[in-house]
């Protein structure tokens, strides 16, 4: 299969260019768009994960955060798209507590620190929550901590702030729902003062987990108006495995770029709950819906949404239990590129005349057929026009790397922040 792919690529290549130059979109702009994507990967996917019954140690997982840059960097070296990669505090906090020594490494390494995620979950105080906690001790902690994280933002020239918080309750009765939301947004407010010059803060939702009965930022549109009361450097992070069964991402997605609200994505994919899998890997096809409705609000005449939709945040969040790290994390990259391809493809002119006529069926079949064109080969030839090899995933394997470091690192008893 990969040779057929191989053979094909300048001639499905061609052919593509062709067809797209007699539809009216110029295959140099699709081009272009693709060299300029960016997805920024995160530094616990390199480590050990597991779920609740056991972490499977895979050898040569990154356990030093230097490890992980190391990693992301390979990665970026082979997909010529991921020059970022995002800390997690307290789980990428350096030894000697040299931040900006960390960060000039990462810059040895052809990379960049990206977004810092706070962490206000892991602790024994927390068992009542962080920010939302009744013991006003406990939410004076959380704090500190997310100060610290906008300390470390100045130290490593970052520019975004993520905050996911596990807070919530098991019972009914267990305390006050509006307590909680009133506590969230004081705690919201506290910190949104606290933001280094330049910086956003993006609040994460999740509906469920680990509370089980509430969750103080449980869906798209309590972040949402806790980020408009806040202002405009607070936006909304949608994690793809943060839904309902059901819910209409790409709508949410939609609604928070026409408001210049979305701040960016955690990108992983699930078939039942947030099971932090391979972007791509189960619905490839919302994948692409969410992608259209990005690239519409970026080409649109809307300011709001065609500004945000050029700030978003594309960010990798997912946990790789049973699967080689570094190589799971090229695919997905790779699923995005493909993914994004798909998307730029989309005749908006003709789609909006369809729309408009009520022609139902042609308008769904006009989208549809981007996404079942086969874009490998116009990804092999934007990547061989970076200088890449046309198959990072290939390449990744006949690399050795994983070898080395299999050799070097070894097989460590835990790593990352999930023991
Ligand atoms: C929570 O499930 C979450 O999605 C948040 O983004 C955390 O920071 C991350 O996972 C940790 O893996
Ligand atoms: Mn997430």
């Not at 520019?159 to 705690?187: I, V």
């Not at 960016?264 to 947030?274: A, H, I, L, T």
């Not at 391809?341 to 006009?366: F, I, N, P, S, T």
Request: with cysteine.
């Amino acid at each position: 299969m990969q040779k057929l792919t191989e053979l094909n690529h300048k001639a499905g290549y061609e052919l593509l260019a062709e067809t797209l130059d007699a539809q009216g979109i110029s295959v140099e702009k699709v081009k272009d768009a693709l060299k300029n994507q960016k997805i920024e990967t995160a530094s616990w996917a390199f480590a050990n994960s597991g779920t609740r019954f056991k972490a499977f140690p895979h050898p040569g997982a990154a356990v030093t955060t230097d490890q992980k840059i190391d990693d992301a960097a390979m990665v970026n070296r082979l997909t010529g798209v991921a020059p970022t990669v995002a800390l997690h505090i307290p789980w990428d906090v350096p030894k000697d507590g040299d931040y900006l020594a960390m960060s000039q490494y990462a810059t040895s390494r052809g990379i960049k620190l990206g977004t810092i995620n706070s962490n206000v979950f892991q602790d024994n105080a927390y068992k009542l929550g962080s920010v939302g906690n009744p013991n006003p001790a406990t939410r004076e902690m959380a704090l500190d901590h997310i100060f610290e994280c906008c300390d470390i933002i100045t130290k490593v020239h970052s520019d975004a702030l993520k905050l996911w918080f596990a807070d919530g309750t098991n019972y009914p009765g267990q305390d006050s729902l509006r307590g909680r939301k009133h506590r969230m947004e004081e705690a919201l407010k506290t910190i949104y003062d606290r933001l280094p010059a330049g910086a956003r803060m993006l609040l994460e939702y999740k509906f469920y987990e680990p509370a089980f009965y509430s969750t103080d930022v449980p869906d798209w549109g309590t972040s949402y108006g806790m980020c408009l009361k806040l202002g405009e450097k607070a936006q909304v992070v949608v994690d793809l495995g943060h839904h309902a069964h059901a819910a209409n991402i790409e709508q949410i997605v939609s609604f928070l770029l026409d408001e210049g609200k979305l701040g960016g994505f955690d990108f992983n994919d699930r078939k039942y709950g947030d099971d932090d899998l391979m972007v791509g890997s189960i619905n490839p096809y919302q994948l692409f819906l969410i992608y259209h409705e990005l690239v519409g609000a970026e080409y649109s005449d809307h300011a709001v949404a065609s500004r945000n939709a050029k700030q978003v945040a594309y960010m990798l969040d997912q946990c790789h239990n049973i699967e080689g790290k570094i190589g799971a994390i090229i695919y997905s990259v790779m699923n995005c590129q493909e993914i994004y391809a798909k998307a730029l493809l989309v005749q908006h002119d003709k789609l909006a005349q369809a729309q408009a006529a009520g022609e139902v069926l042609e308008a769904h079949r006009l989208l549809t057929e981007a996404y079942r064109v086969d874009v490998r080969p116009l990804l092999a030839q934007v990547r061989e026009e970076m200088g890449l090899a046309t198959d990072p995933l290939a390449a990744y394997r006949a690399s050795g790397y994983e070898e080395k470091i299999q050799k070097e690192r070894g097989l460590a008893a835990t790593s990352g922040g999930f023991q």
